[in-house]
C-alpha cells in the first residue's frame, strides 16, 4: 500500500472473457487501485430499481443510500455488510460497533470524536477514483440537531459502493476493500439483469402492505394555539433585539405498526413519490446489543447544506421564503409573494450569515471584486436553475455562474454570491434560494487529499448548525429557540451527507423528514380498536399484544419582525403536509426518476 499522500499506482484490467454481461450491458475496463471500480452504461436503469437491488443486498446490515429523486443529478447506494463497521456518538461517548459486537468505547468531547473521524478518513485517502463522480467511498453520516433518543451523531463505513448518473445513465461500481474485484463482476452482472425486469421488483405485495399499516395510523399534530403562543414569544425577542430572526419549529408524531416485516424502505419510497427532491436520502441502523437505538430515517430535502469539492472549493445553498405550490399557483404568482420585503429578508439574513461563516474559513484576504447580486428587497430577475447536487470537480464542469479565471498574482475575493434571492420550483414548493461559494485559500496544496479533507472538514464543522434552521445571530437564537421549544429536535435540522476518501462531501439539511428510533417502539394491548380493515394478524407477536413505532416528522419557518401570525401558521403546516402525505396514502409509481 503506498503512502496516502502520494498517487497510489493502478492499472486497468481488461475483463478477458466476454464484452457483455448476459448479453445486454457492455463492460467498460476494470480500473485497480486504491479505489477499484468500473462504470456500466445503463441508460434503460431507474434509481426505483438500484435502490431496490441495495435494499434486498443489504438486509440485516446498516442501509444507506442518497438519492436525487427530482432534478439532481447523482445517486449513491452502500453496499454494506452485517458486520460494516459503524460510529456513533452519544452523551460523550464514541462507539464502534460491528453487527452486534461493540468495537470499542471511549469518553471523548465532541470536537475530539469529530478529529477522531476526520483521522479515518485521512487514513483511507486517495486520488485514484473515477473523476466523474463525488463519491468513491469511506462515510455516509447522519448528524442530529441534539440528542433525543438518537446520537448526536452516526457514521458508517461504506467500502462497496455504486454510483449512478442521471445525467449520462452511467453507473459506476466501485470498491476500496483490496482485491475486490470478484465482487465489482458480481455486481455488475446484476445490474444487467435489471434491465430484463420492471422498473422496480418491490412487489404489489409489499405495497398492498404497507396500505394496511398506514390504514391504522394516528397521527398527532402541533396545536394552533399553543404555535400561536410560541410565535407571540419569538416576536417579544425580536422587538427586544435578542434576535434579527427565529427559525420556530413544531413537531408531529405518527403512530403506526410496526410488523416484523420491514416496511420503511417501502414508506420511503412512498414519502419520495409525493415530494421528490434533489437530496432524498433513507438510512437505517438496526437495533441491536451493542447500545445502538435502531434510528431509520426517511428524508426528502430540497435543501443542500454545504458541499465541498476535491479541490477545496465551499458551496452553500440556503433556502428561506416559501410559497407551496397548488394547481392554481404559477411561478409568476410566486415571484410576486416572494417579492416582499418579509420574504426578501428572510433569505437575505441568513445568506448574510453563511458569508461571515465562510469569510471565517477562507479568510478575507481582499475587497470583492465579483459580486452578483442585487437590490436586498428584489427578487433577482431569473430563475435559479443551479445543479442541486454534489458537484463533480469544478475543473471538469463548467459554471457558466462562476467568476472568470483571474490572471497570476490577481487578488480577488474569497466569495463569491452565485445567486441572490432567486426563486426554486419543487414539486409541492416555491423557495427562495441563494447560493454563495468560498474559494480555496491559495496556500492549500490541492494535489494533497489529506490536506483537502482537513481543509473540508474543517468548514464543515466551522457552520455547523445550519444557519437557516436557526437564525441569526446563530449562537444566540439557539439558546432561545431551546428555551421555547422546550424538546430536542432530534435527527430534524441536522444533516445528512457523506465523506469523501478523495477529499469531497456533500450535506443536505434534514428537513421533510421523518425518523424514528427503536428505543420507542412499544407494545399496545389487542384490546384497543384496529385499522379500518379489522386485521390484526400479521402484527400480532407472541405475547398476544401489537408492536408500534413512532415517526417525527418537523417542521418550522423563519419568524422576523415583518413576520405574520396566520401567515406562519400555514406556513408550517404544509411544509408539514408535504411529509405526511406519505404516511396518509400510497401514490401510485412514477418509475422514472431522472433529471432535467
Known amino acids: 500500500m503506498c503512502p496516502a499522500n502520494s498517487t497510489p499506482s493502478s492499472n486497468v484490467e481488461e475483463v478477458p472473457t466476454k464484452t457483455t454481461v448476459n448479453d445486454q450491458i457492455p463492460l467498460s475496463p476494470l480500473t485497480l487501485g486504491r479505489v477499484a471500480w468500473t462504470v456500466v452504461d445503463a441508460s434503460a436503469i431507474t434509481s426505483q430499481q438500484l435502490s431496490s437491488l441495495c435494499f434486498e443486498m443489504t438486509k440485516g446490515a446498516p442501509v444507506a443510500m442518497l438519492e436525487s429523486t427530482a432534478k439532481g443529478r447523482y445517486c449513491i447506494y452502500g453496499f454494506t455488510e452485517t ?30 470524536a469529530l478529529n477522531i473521524i476526520e483521522n479515518r478518513t485521512k487514513m483511507s485517502s486517495s486520488t485514484d477514483g473515477c473523476s466523474d463522480i463525488p463519491f468513491w467511498g469511506d462515510l455516509l453520516k447522519v448528524s442530529s440537531n441534539r440528542s433525543r433518543n438518537v446520537p448526536d451523531f452516526s457514521f458508517v463505513f461504506v467500502e462497496r459502493s455504486m454510483v449512478l448518473d442521471q445525467r449520462t445513465g452511467n453507473i459506476y461500481i466501485q470498491s476500496i476493500r483490496p482485491k475486490d474485484r470478484d465482487w465489482i463482476l458480481q455486481i455488475q452482472d446484476q445490474v444487467s439483469k435489471l434491465s430484463t425486469m420492471n422498473q422496480s421488483f418491490r412487489s404489489d ?10 390504514a391504522d395510523a394516528k397521527f398527532a399534530i402541533p396545536h394552533e394555539d399553543e404555535y400561536k403562543t410560541l410565535f407571540t414569544h419569538c416576536d417579544d425577542h425580536l422587538h427586544a433585539g435578542n434576535s434579527y430572526e427565529l427559525c420556530l419549529t413544531c413537531e408531529a408524531r405518527i403512530d ?13 419510497r412512498n414519502l419520495n413519490k409525493h415530494n421528490p427532491v434533489p437530496f432524498a436520502s433513507y438510512l437505517h441502523f438496526p437495533a441491536d446489543a451493542a447500545n445502538c437505538s435502531g434510528t431509520t430515517i426517511l428524508s426528502t430535502s430540497p435543501e443542500q447544506f454545504l458541499s465541498c469539492s476535491r479541490n477545496g472549493t465551499l458551496d452553500m445553498i440556503p433556502m428561506k421564503g416559501t410559497v407551496q405550490r397548488t394547481p392554481t399557483t404559477t411561478l409568476q404568482d410566486a415571484y410576486r409573494i416572494l417579492a416582499s420585503p418579509k420574504e426578501a429578508a428572510e433569505n437575505l439574513m441568513i445568506a448574510d450569515l453563511i458569508r461571515h461563516d465562510l469569510y471565517s474559513i477562507v479568510g478575507c484576504r481582499a475587497y470583492p471584486l465579483h459580486t452578483q447580486t442585487s437590490h436586498p428587497n428584489k427578487i433577482v430577475a431569473c430563475h435559479y436553475r443551479g445543479d442541486l447536487t454534489p458537484p463533480s470537480l469544478e475543473n471538469d464542469i463548467h459554471d457558466p455562474h462562476a467568476p472568470e479565471d483571474l490572471a497570476p498574482h490577481t487578488i480577488r475575493s474569497p466569495l463569491s454570491i452565485l445567486a441572490l434571492n432567486s426563486v426554486g420550483t419543487f414539486e409541492t414548493v416555491y423557495q427562495l434560494v441563494s447560493h454563495i461559494r468560498a474559494h480555496p485559500p491559495p496556500t492549500l496544496d490541492v494535489s494533497n487529499p489529506h490536506a483537502v479533507i482537513e481543509h473540508n472538514h474543517s468548514a464543515l464543522h466551522h457552520v455547523l448548525p445550519p444557519g437557516s434552521m436557526t437564525g441569526a445571530p446563530k449562537k444566540r437564537s439557539c439558546e432561545i429557540l431551546q428555551q421555547l421549544e422546550n424538546r430536542n429536535r ?7 451527507g457523506y465523506m469523501d476518501v478523495g477529499g469531497s462531501s456533500c450535506w443536505s439539511v434534514a428537513i421533510r423528514t421523518a425518523w424514528s428510533s427503536a428505543s420507542e417502539d412499544y407494545i399496545a394491548d389487542t384490546s384497543l380498536p384496529t385499522g379500518k380493515d379489522g386485521v390484526k394478524s400479521d402484527d400480532v407477536d407472541t405475547l398476544g399484544s401489537r408492536r408500534r413505532k413512532i415517526w417525527h416528522v418537523g417542521a418550522g419557518g423563519a419568524i422576523t419582525v415583518l413576520s405574520e401570525l396566520d401567515g406562519e401558521w400555514q406556513e408550517m403546516i404544509g411544509k408539514m403536509r408535504n411529509v405526511l402525505n406519505g ?6 409509481e412514477h418509475p422514472i426518476w431522472r433529471s432535467a
Open 256 to 268: 403506526i405498526g410496526c410488523p416484523k416485516v420491514e416496511t420503511s424502505f417501502d414508506l420511503y
Open 83 to 112: 458486520d460494516s463497521e459503524v460510529l456513533e456518538y452519544s452523551t460523550g461517548i464514541l462507539r464502534s460497533r460491528r453487527g452486534d459486537i461493540l468495537q470499542s468505547e471511549e469518553p471523548v468531547p465532541p470536537h475530539q
Open 490 to 496: 432530534g435527527v430534524y435540522s441536522g444533516i445528512i
Open 205 to 214: 405485495k409489499n405495497i398492498s402492505y404497507l396500505q394496511h399499516i398506514l
Open 583 to 588: 404516511f396518509r396514502k400510497v401514490k401510485e
